[in-house]
């Protein structure tokens, strides 16, 4: 493979709350914080060896990038700790085919899913 490592760019409201919701309930670890034009801040978490997101606030890609200003994508993430997580992220939410889905304190939806076997 060419590429041995992925970056998806999460534009939301409030980068520090998103960035304690992924180091507190998926184990992401700060990679680096970023100072931006106009007292900005993008924090990159690492979430796997493979992949990391870059957070970035929406008001920021809004007044310098609008055109990639969109909707979160949708993101799946595998683990082996399912129970767990279901544990800590699922409550009132129903087990589907070894999945289920969760949200962060912006209302943004993920799917976390076993990993197969």
Known sequence: ???NQTRVMLYVEDVQVI???FVSNLGAQVVETISLPDNYTNVNLAVTPEL???LFPKAFIAKYSPEVLGPVP???FYTDKFDALYEKLGEGREKMN???NFADPEGNYYVIAK???
Do not use: E, H, I, Y
């Open 74 to 76: 949708s993101l799946m």
């Open 1 to 3: 493979m060419l590429v």
């Open 19 to 21: 960035r304690d919701f």
């Open 98 to 100: 070894d999945t289920f």
């Open 52 to 54: 990391s997101l870059g």
């Open 115 to 117: 990993n197969p076997k």
